[in-house]
């Protein structure tokens, strides 16, 4: 058959799907989550809590009307919702940004979807659980063409540590950072400690710390900890060799930062070196900001010690 040609059977069991799917996950309901707005009111939302943006560019990321974008932005405005200040890099455009009254009212919404999924999923074992989402993954990189010859196929996803998962964090820091840039003892143990306090003592609702899956393997991780009642500090970011120029480590970081907002904080401070040029160029990316830098002899190397910022 030649593509860009289907079935009629094969037609019938996507929309078939489509009928399922949508009526699991609620979106047919006239608002989305009990809340105020329709699902296309709270995915703008969604968008807006992730960073800054122009209209244009939720209109590019969700395929929206631009004439119903603007209605949605006007009505969130005049709410308090959002707010708008000229963008630097188009005097034409304005950059759009939740306000802390947009995002005390979006936080619970995203609680109760993360719980609506999570209530979904805990009705199967762990081994079906991967079968839905590496299924779920096939379907999003065959739709949006991510599958192509030129480009291996990878499923990805971040998800909460589990039973040995904090080893793996030390063990492969302290084996990657020799590896890479001979940093020996106490480098290990410094990992060790930072993960032995996270782990024996997190606020669940203040802390968090993610794991990077590719294709069914740890991959990556990062950690969002508390630093003063405004300030959380973000630690141990790593992206194995294997996952490096998957975007792996651009979204432990932007789930740091959506996690950080919805908890309160005004801030995120981080400490790397200057060496580590693919963690610099994420955190640049993401809205961080060099803001001091010191040389030190440490681990058996000399080396820049550098101190980033991000204000939320």
Known sequence: MLAGMAEPDRIAAVR??????????????????????????????????????????IVRALD????YVSRVLRNFEKKGLISRKASKEDARQSDIALTVAGHKMFAPFETRSNEQVGGMLAKLEAGQQD??????GEIE?????????????????????????????????????????RWGEPFEGLCAQIV?????GNDPQRERCWIAEVNGENAGCVMLVRETD??????????????RGLGVGAHLVDKCVQFARAAGYKSIT???????????????KAGFRLTSSEARHTWGQDVV???WDLEL
């Open 64 to 67: 929206l009307d631009a004439g």
């Open 305 to 307: 010690a550098e101190f």
């Open 16 to 57: 078939r799907f489509n009928r399922f799917y949508t009526r699991q996950i609620g979106v047919l309901r006239r608002t989305y989550l009990d809340s105020p707005y329709s699902l296309g009111e709270m995915r703008v939302l969604y968008e807006l809590a992730t960073g800054a943006m122009t209209a244009t560019d």
């Open 131 to 136: 079968r839905l989402v590496r299924a779920m």
């Open 270 to 284: 981080l400490w790397t070196h200057s060496i580590l040029l693919g963690a610099r160029h994420i955190y640049e």
């Open 230 to 243: 405004e300030i959380a500090r973000l630690r141990l970011l790593l992206v194995d060799p294997k996952a």
């Open 141 to 181: 990189m065959l739709l949006d063409g991510s599958d192509a010859i030129e480009t291996p196929s990878y499923i990805f996803i971040l998800r909460e540590p589990r039973i040995g998962d904090f080893g793996w964090i030390v063990s492969r820091h302290a084996e990657l950072y020799w590896q890479e840039y």
């Open 196 to 200: 032995a306090d996270f782990a024996n």
